[in-house]
């Protein structure tokens, strides 16, 4: 009588992808996931807005306030604090009178511009589209 040792099923090659892509991602749609705060910062009208001014090159605190219409100081303030917690905005003051603030992407920023670049441009190219349908929909 051969005896053989337990089976102990691996996943397959797919699985064990799919499994450490999980784990490495977080897990967007739970609730408690810590994507989701960066989801948000990312994905906030003024968290595209500056992503897209500051990967054309570095910006003082003013010039992003004039480049972007409409922003408070306090919530663009604040959006670029977000952001520079998130790893993505690099905040670099001088000791100069009167105070020099400068702000850029890192690395990490300019992959999320790109990003977000994809979707401000399928927004302005279907803008036309997307009037329509909304025009449809008026009573």
């Known amino acids: 009588m051969k005896v053989s040792a337990p089976s102990t099923q691996l996943p397959s090659t797919d699985e064990a992808a799919t499994l450490l892509n999980v784990m490495r ?3 967007l749609l739970v609730e408690a996931c810590p994507s989701r705060e960066v989801l948000k910062h990312v994905t906030s009208r003024w968290g595209v807005l500056v992503l897209l001014v500051l990967e054309t090159r570095v910006h003082r ?3 992003l306030r004039r480049a972007i219409g409409g922003v408070s100081e306090r ?3 604040q959006t670029l604090q977000w952001l520079e917690s998130d790893g ?7 000791e100069v009178v009167p105070p020099h603030v400068e702000y850029r992407l890192t690395p990490l920023g300019l992959e999320a511009a790109e990003k977000v670049r994809g979707l401000a441009d399928w927004i302005e190219s279907s803008l036309p589209r997307i009037l329509r349908a909304q025009a ?3 009573p």
Do not use: I, P
């Open 25 to 27: 991602r977080g897990e």
């Open 61 to 63: 605190f003013s010039e």
């Open 75 to 77: 919530m663009l303030a």
């Open 88 to 94: 993505l905005v690099d905040r670099r003051a001088f």
């Open 136 to 138: 449809d929909r008026q």
